[in-house]
């Protein structure tokens, strides 16, 4: 099951290796409830309201590095609203339009402390899935741009290839455990990224969330996340391995997604080629993403 990207890449893509490389720049010149079916219903997309739905996503990351002796902590947080509407779910595919309610991020770093509204509210793409999840289509996403180039993924679709998780293709029931492994690549304006996820996951049960009756599933994961990127001819490189934990909850009889809630963390190194430097990293993240 992809889950993992939801957060840990978009917090990658958003504090971007190239503020990273700035900031190292600057330095060295200074419990659920079972259901009575022993039969889940299909874990699958289909989003059936005609009403469309609202959702909020939230990601927090604590970046830690150690320059030449000096600790440098980059805090970020990001918010993105988004409603999916006008779905039409056909034998192999669901297609749904996005558009964007609100978009921004702080940073706190040594260099600055800065709020961006990303400027896109009232912005809207297609985006078309398979049943389990996986991308077909984002329609006109990548055309829609925003940032700075230093401090955001660029555009829509590459925030957007991993905002919904992805399924395992079976029928499950209750207490079935599983494992998966995903491989996924997001090119943006500013860096090559891909990550490999491994995921032990259960399916705990049913609960209620928001008046819904949910089936909740709990992952444990771990895998490397590589970032390639060049800034002012100075190439960067990252490989963070990580671990973490994971818990879905997914209407089935409706066919969508209600919350998400993830926490990762790993360790790993910066490499600076131009520089000659090789620059200890930590990173927490959390994230979630809630039907509003």
């Known amino acids: 099951m992809k889950k993992l990207q939801i957060t840990f890449a978009r917090a990658l893509a958003i504090t971007s290796p190239l503020l990273i490389a700035a900031i190292i720049c600057s330095c060295s010149s200074s419990g ?3 259901s009575a079916s022993s ?5 699958e997309y289909r989003m059936a309201s005609s009403s469309g739905y609202g959702y909020v996503q939230k990601t927090s990351t604590d970046q830690y590095m150690d320059i030449q002796g000096q600790s440098v902590s980059v805090l970020t947080n990001s918010l993105i609203g988004f409603t999916a509407k006008n779905a039409i779910a056909e034998s192999g595919s669901v297609s749904f339009d996005i558009v964007i309610d609100t978009a921004g991020m702080s940073v706190n770093s040594m260099m600055d402390d800065s709020n961006t509204d990303f400027r896109l509210k009232g912005k809207e793409f297609r985006m078309s899935v398979e049943p389990n999840g996986k991308i077909i289509s984002l329609g006109t996403a990548s055309t829609i741009r925003f940032g700075d180039g230093l401090t955001s993924a660029g555009d829509l679709a590459a925030m957007f290839q991993e905002m919904f998780p992805v399924f395992a293709r079976k029928e499950i029931s209750p207490g079935d455990v599983w494992t998966s492994t995903d491989t996924s690549s997001v090119k943006t304006q500013v860096s090559d990224m891909v990550t490999i996820t491994r995921g032990n996951n259960t399916f705990t049960g049913y609960a209620t969330i928001g008046g819904r009756n949910c089936m909740q599933i709990n992952s444990v994961i771990e895998g490397t996340r590589s970032v390639k990127a060049n800034t002012q001819g100075m190439d960067v490189y990252m490989l963070i391995p ?6 879905i909850w997914f209407d089935g009889n409706e066919g969508v997604l209600v919350k998400y809630e993830s926490s ?9 080629t131009g520089m000659g430097m090789s620059v200890p990293m930590s990173i927490i993240i959390k994230g979630s993403l809630e039907l509003k």
Request: aromatic fraction near 4%; charge should be neutral; proline fraction near 4%.
């Open 32 to 34: 659920a409830s079972r």
């Open 39 to 43: 039969k889940s219903p299909l874990l």
């Open 242 to 247: 990580f671990k973490g934990t994971e818990t």
């Open 264 to 272: 990762v963390q790993g360790e790993g190194n910066v490499e600076i």
